[in-house]
């Protein structure tokens, strides 16, 4: 199993930026798929999760409005559209496959400052 991310940087308040997160070793359309994130000295969070059909989403209340998750099973990517970046949005966002087991990705930091 491999979960790549992608899409990380740094970004102003206000800004926007796209997370994308590649996945193979197993059959995509059968993952539940979803974001979390990992600020420093504070413990790994739930951003955003979608079903394996992409019919439904659920998001933290503190990105609620301004992160979209969604996903393409024809080519095993999920993805994160964040908008209206906060300085509270900087952390290391971590793409998350749930099958029969949790998989995780390597990470990719993002770190929104003027």
């Known amino acids: 199993v491999q979960l790549v991310e992608s899409g990380g940087g740094l970004v102003q308040p206000g800004g926007s930026l796209r997370l994308s997160c590649a996945a193979s070793?197993?059959?995509?359309?059968?993952?539940?798929m979803s974001w979390y994130r990992q600020a420093p000295g504070k413990e790994r969070e739930l951003v955003a999760g979608?079903?394996?059909?992409?019919?439904?989403?659920n998001y933290a209340d503190s990105v609620k409005g301004r992160f979209t998750i969604s996903r393409d099973n024809a080519r095993n990517t999920v993805f994160l559209r964040m908008d209206d970046l906060k300085p509270e949005d900087t952390a290391v966002y971590y793409c998350?496959?749930?099958?029969?087991?949790?998989?995780w990705g390597q990470g990719t930091q993002v770190t929104v400052s003027s």
């Open positions: 998350n496959a749930r099958v029969l087991n949790d998989y």
């Open positions: 070793g197993f059959t995509f359309i059968n993952a539940r």
């Open positions: 979608i079903s394996r059909g992409g019919g439904n989403t």
